[in-house]
């Protein structure tokens, strides 16, 4: 099993970025996709997730900010990250959960860094 997360990078406050986790080795359609993030202050959280038939959930400090979509015929899962705040830098992960057994693949972080 595979995930490869890309899309982090340097951003100022306000700004916007695009996350992607292209998964492989795995029944794409069977698993819920997460994007979780974690700095050096905290512990990590849930940023957003999406099942298979697109149910979203996303944490409470997104408020509305960030959109997390998934391409089935590509094995692809997307966050959208708009309105980026200094607070919102971390290393993003990127997560795969098999919806029978609750069995979870995580791939690499991603950096995602917010300048004020």
């Known amino acids: 099993v595979q995930l490869q997360a890309s899309g982090g990078g340097l951003v100022q406050a306000g700004g916007s970025l695009r996350l992607s986790c292209a998964a492989s080795?795995?029944?794409?359609?069977?698993?819920?996709m997460n994007w979780y993030r974690q700095n050096s202050e905290k512990q990590r959280e849930l940023v957003a997730s999406?099942?298979?038939?697109?149910?979203?959930n996303y944490g409470d400090f997104v408020l509305g900010r960030f959109t997390i979509s998934r391409d089935n015929a590509k094995n692809t899962v997307h966050l959208q990250m708009n309105s980026l705040k200094p607070e919102d830098t971390a290393v993003y992960y990127c997560?795969?959960?098999?919806?029978?057994?609750?069995?979870?693949?995580w791939g690499q972080g991603t950096q995602v860094t917010v300048s004020s």
């Open positions: 997560s795969a959960t098999y919806w029978a057994t609750n069995i979870e693949y």
């Open positions: 080795g795995i029944i794409f359609r069977a698993y819920r």
């Open positions: 999406i099942n298979s038939l697109g149910s979203t």
